[in-house]
């Protein structure tokens, strides 16, 4: 749920605050529900018939998650286009989910004819994110925003997954090397500060030299963008730099199962 609003934030400029607030749970929950069902199908040759994907179940099931994944993403812009009117001076109602008080509420709104309550959005991020980048476009329009969307659910899901791995794979790296996550950790005092609630701004983030270092090392040592099979080893070769060092390098053949 972290890796989701860290997502969340940098894609929206939203902050669901999904690990306090169940709606944002509910997003995740949609989006892996409909991830499992399009690989059920997938790897079930009986499904693959769209009579017998509807007689299962798993169509109804799917629509409406994905429905529930694209109302949650219009409210979500138009909250974006509310601020953005704020800011000019300019606030407008919101045609498309709701009016703007229940906007201005920051409450869930419930779709009627999908019965789907939309996840209300807890805190918002001071920068600009990816969304609004594109929506202040002068080419831009609200006739973008279903192709906006599809955008958004992909990013979001795409980076939620990967964040999650490369994250994962860093603090078990760090775990297995104290010597490195000591000298992390003295840079963070030194940066940060002592205070453990302090929030880094991004000209702190600039500073985390030693922390960048360690998280593209774990990124070159793991694999996280794609699910492959190592074969075989092809062949050894030995690099002589000078007299007293030498290494060999063993490069071998991996299969990836995204290229079929």
Do not use: W
């Amino acid at each position: 749920m972290a890796t989701f609003d860290m997502v969340m934030v940098n894609t929206l400029g939203l902050n669901p605050k999904a690990q306090q607030n169940p709606d944002g749970q509910e997003f995740m929950h949609h989006f892996e529900r409909v991830l499992e069902m399009g690989m059920r199908r997938m790897f079930n040759i009986h499904l693959h018939s769209d009579f017998i994907y509807r007689l299962s179940g798993l169509k109804a099931q799917t629509k409406f998650s994905a429905n529930y994944l694209m109302n949650a993403s219009k409210n979500s812009l138009n909250i974006i286009r509310n601020r953005r009117a704020k800011e000019i001076g300019n606030l407008r109602t919101s045609e498309k989910v709701g009016s703007a008080d229940i906007l201005k509420k920051n409450e869930p709104i419930k779709d009627l004819d999908q019965g789907v309550v939309i996840p209300k959005v807890v805190d918002e991020a001071p920068a600009k994110s990816f969304a609004e980048l594109l929506m202040e476009n002068p080419n831009y329009s609200e006739e973008d925003d279903i192709e906006l969307i599809s955008q958004m659910i992909t990013i979001i899901g795409a980076g939620q997954d990967t964040t999650k791995s490369s994250n994962m794979a860093t603090l078990i790296l760090l775990a297995l090397h104290p010597d490195v996550q000591d000298k992390v950790q003295e840079e963070l005092d030194l940066i940060l500060g002592p205070d453990p609630n302090s929030c880094p701004s991004y000209e702190d983030l600039g500073k985390l030299d030693y922390l960048e270092m360690v998280i593209k090392e774990s990124l070159r040592l793991q694999d996280f963008f794609y699910l492959g099979l190592l074969l075989r080893t092809v062949s050894t070769v030995t690099l002589e730099t000078d007299e007293s060092y030498q290494q060999e390098l063993k490069s071998s053949c991996r299969y990836t199962l995204y290229s079929v």
